[in-house]
């Protein structure tokens, strides 16, 4: 089991917990709500995919067993308790590393209101506090302008294009790679959200 697994991270009225069978309804409604929104920046296979998709039963029980092995962190994020969106810190690696990477999705009706910085900015706290790591990288297409607005809000470090980075949507696309390492914030990424919010200091 990954240390500070299982866990719940809170503040104010965002919230991170685990991924739960129980959000079934809750997850495949908002994903229907948001294909438009969302599917440009999913991520494919570019093997087809033989047989029945998985169930979200399945899709879970996948991201849990990721969880016991050390590999994932699967948090459903909720806004004053309704189911808003995803968070999964994925490539957990140990090692000389100690480096994983952060995903993300929101529903359009709350973007822009601060919960994904937020949600973000807890997910790197408690990566390099209670889970140990010492580095978190997001990938984002350069094209996806929200996505990047939330590393800009947050202060994570360009470091730069990968070319056919990630297979979306039928073809490999570019990414750039954003990061932070332990000592960049040695405060928390959270106050410093926190104060950029408040507009004190920099990002």
């Known amino acids: 089991m990954t240390a500070g697994w ?14 739960r069978r129980r959000d079934a309804d809750a997850w495949m409604t908002l994903r229907a709500r948001n294909v438009g929104w969302l599917e440009p920046w999913d991520a494919t296979s570019p093997e087809p995919v033989r047989g029945p998709r998985p169930t979200f039963g399945q899709f879970v029980r996948a991201l849990s067993a990721q969880a016991r092995e050390g590999s994932a962190l699967p948090f459903a994020v909720d806004r004053g308790g309704e189911l808003v969106g995803q968070l999964t810190v994925s490539s957990i690696q140990w090692g000389s590393l100690r480096s994983a990477a952060i995903g993300y999705w929101v529903s359009q009706h709350v973007a822009g209101q601060g919960i994904t910085p937020t949600a973000v900015a807890l997910a790197t706290d408690h990566c390099f506090g209670a889970v140990g790591l010492h580095r978190v990288e997001v990938n984002i297409r350069p094209e996806n302008a929200p996505s990047l607005r939330v590393v800009e809000k947050l202060g994570f470090r360009d470091e730069g294009l990968r070319e056919r980075y990630l297979h979306i949507q039928g073809r490999w696309c570019d990414h750039r790679t954003f990061a932070l390492t332990a000592e960049d914030v040695p405060d928390g990424l959270l106050a410093r959200w926190h104060r950029r919010q408040r507009g004190i200091g920099s990002p």
């Open 6 to 19: 299982p866990a719940q991270l809170v503040d104010g009225d965002v919230r991170l917990r685990p991924l």
